[in-house]
Structures are given as structure tokens and as C-alpha cells.
């Protein structure tokens, strides 16, 4: 079982590999370059939320900050939402719902079509930064237990 820099090791291949992919289709500025870095290294952390770690120390400093700003906003709907979400990987086993290819591309999708129902003009790139995480959440997988586990 790799550690936290291993998996970000990780998380930079899948973030270099893609990015060269999508320089054909598309020329990101620096500022996009480096927001989706930082969601590839975010996924190639993010499965082991569910277990102390460093993805869980920066996960729950996301979502305090990410509070913080709903609520300033007043947006309490959203952070309602949010503040339940949180709780989820204190509810589950360590390797079992979130090291699920099959549930963290189900969580893509619905967070995808949320946002184009309710925020549309961010939709496609919203996207862009799913696609970078779930990409490094799969490095995680990969580097944790191999091809089988991306979509047991």
C-alpha cells in the first residue's frame, strides 16, 4: 500500500498525461493548467478519505473553507447538503465505498448534471476539474490494488 507522496506521484502522471491529450483539443491558460492540477492530486487523494490520512486532512480543511464561503453567502441549502455529505466517510470502512470506481464515477455524473441544472454557465468546466479528479482517484485504485479494482 503506497503512501500519500507515492499517490500524488501518481496524481501528477495522470494530470501530465491528460493535460497532453487535451492540449490538442483545447490551449488552457496557466490559471486552468494549474486548477486542474490540483484536482488530479485532490482525487489521487481522495479515496482515502476514509481512514486518517493526508486526503482526509485536506478534505475536511476543503470543506471547512468551502463552508465558510456558503455561509457567508447565505447559500444554507448548499452547505446543509455539504455538511451531510462530510459525514459520509466517517460512516464507511476504509477501502470499501470509496475506493469503488463504480461510486466515484456515479458521484462524477451526479455532480455533473447538477451543476447543469442549477449552474450551467459552469458546467463544462466543472467538468474539465471532474475529470482531473476522478482520473487521479483512479491512479489511487491503481496504485492501491491494481486494474481490477477500478471496477469492482
Same mark, same amino acid.
Given at each position: $500500500?503506497p503512501?500519500?507522496?507515492?499517490h500524488?506521484v501518481?496524481?501528477?502522471a495522470?494530470?501530465? *498525461? @491528460?493535460?497532453?491529450?487535451? #492540449?490538442?483539443?483545447?490551449a488552457p491558460s496557466?490559471?486552468?493548467?494549474?486548477? !486542474?492540477m490540483l484536482c *488530479?492530486l485532490?482525487? *489521487?487523494l481522495? %479515496? /482515502?478519505? /476514509?481512514?486518517?490520512?493526508k486526503g482526509q486532512?485536506?478534505f475536511? !480543511?476543503?470543506?471547512?473553507l468551502?463552508?465558510?464561503l456558503l $455561509?457567508?453567502?447565505?447559500?444554507w441549502? *448548499?452547505?446543509?447538503?455539504?455538511? @451531510?455529505? #462530510?459525514?459520509v %466517510?466517517?460512516?464507511?470502512?476504509? &477501502?470499501?465505498?470509496?475506493? &469503488?470506481?463504480?461510486?466515484?464515477?456515479?458521484?462524477a455524473?451526479?455532480?455533473?448534471? #447538477?451543476? $447543469?441544472? !442549477?449552474? %450551467?454557465f459552469?458546467? &463544462?468546466?466543472?467538468?474539465?476539474d471532474?475529470?482531473?479528479f476522478?482520473?487521479?482517484a483512479? #491512479?489511487? @485504485? !491503481?496504485l492501491d $490494488?491494481?486494474w481490477k479494482a477500478?471496477? &469492482?
Amino acid at each position: $500500500m503506497p503512501g500519500y507522496k507515492v499517490h500524488l506521484v501518481g496524481g501528477m502522471a495522470v494530470y501530465l *498525461a @491528460l493535460l497532453y491529450c487535451i #492540449s490538442y483539443l483545447t490551449a488552457p491558460s496557466l490559471v486552468t493548467c494549474l486548477e !486542474w492540477m490540483l484536482c *488530479a492530486l485532490a482525487g *489521487a487523494l481522495f %479515496p /482515502d478519505v /476514509d481512514v486518517k490520512s493526508k486526503g482526509q486532512n485536506i478534505f475536511y !480543511w476543503i470543506i471547512f473553507l468551502g463552508l465558510l464561503l456558503l $455561509m457567508a453567502q447565505h447559500k444554507w441549502q *448548499a452547505a446543509s447538503m455539504i455538511s @451531510l455529505f #462530510s459525514l459520509v %466517510p466517517q460512516l464507511v470502512g476504509h &477501502r470499501g465505498l470509496f475506493h &469503488r470506481g463504480l461510486f466515484l464515477l456515479a458521484t462524477a455524473v451526479l455532480v455533473i448534471v #447538477s451543476m $447543469m441544472i !442549477w449552474y %450551467p454557465f459552469y458546467a &463544462r468546466g466543472v467538468a474539465y476539474d471532474i475529470l482531473f479528479f476522478i482520473l487521479g482517484a483512479f #491512479s489511487h @485504485l !491503481w496504485l492501491d $490494488m491494481g486494474w481490477k479494482a477500478l471496477f &469492482r
